[in-house]
């Protein structure tokens, strides 16, 4: 264990890969931690190193070196059957792009996490309508992605995210293909789920969204400059 009380730390972080006969730093080092119920923006600009750090939260990008603590569990020192365990009880993930299942309905979609959990069927239907009804799609839940606005699939994606009430959520760039006033409601939805409980984590390279949180880590050329909001 490691021995404090933060939901999540990062310890000396580096995460290098190969491009050709380059390596490439996308983490440098960093190291910082976030506690439960905090709603924390990661911003930089693209390159920065914040998509990356984001997957080391996860549990999806196993970084060079460090590590990344969460809930006292060391994360890459489990099994990568333990962290698909991990991924699916404590983190819902929020794509920029969505990644919604062409041809599944909204509802469809949202219960994918439902049934790699093992939910039974029966359960899932309730769990998923609950969840769009949080996001303001239930009297869309028989629509196909191609039948949704940019902001409804969002919006779809973050009900897929907080499906089975994980108590981290990262979103990865939530707004960034959205106009502003769809953004707006998009924020105002994470808000929300902070304000019932869970954690929420931004990343983002828009400075102006991080006023809605409570805290904000800078991230540049794979350094973290500043930690305090």
Not at 64 to 75: H, K, P, Q
Not at 123 to 132: G, I, N, S
Request: proline share 3%.
């Amino acid at each position: 264990m490691n021995g404090n009380d933060h939901l999540i730390e990062i310890q000396d972080l580096g995460r290098e890969y190969m491009a050709g006969d380059t390596t490439v730093s996308a983490i440098k080092e960093m190291s910082f931690f976030i506690d439960d119920g905090e709603f924390v923006s990661i911003v930089g600009q693209s390159g920065a190193g914040k998509s990356t750090l984001l997957a080391a939260l996860g549990g999806l990008n196993r970084p060079t070196r460090g590590n990344v603590w969460v809930d006292t569990m060391d994360l890459y020192g489990l099994s990568s059957e333990q962290r698909a365990d991990f991924r699916s009880e404590y983190v819902g993930f929020v794509f920029q792009s969505y990644q919604l299942i062409t041809y599944l309905t909204a509802m469809e979609n949202v219960k994918i996490p439902l049934s790699i959990a093992g939910v039974k069927k029966e359960d899932q239907a309730d769990m998923a309508a609950v969840a769009l009804e949080k996001v303001g799609l239930q009297d869309k839940k028989n629509r196909l992605p191609d039948q949704l606005s940019g902001g409804e699939q969002e919006r779809v994606a973050i009900a897929r995210a907080i499906v089975n009430r994980p108590p981290i959520v990262l979103a990865d760039e939530p707004t960034g293909n959205l106009d502003s006033k769809t953004a707006d409601d998009v924020i105002n939805l994470l808000k929300q789920l902070n304000q019932e409980g869970q954690t929420v984590i931004m990343v983002t390279h828009n400075k102006k969204l991080c006023q809605h949180t409570d805290r904000t880590v800078h991230v540049r050329d794979g350094l973290c400059v500043i930690g305090e909001g």
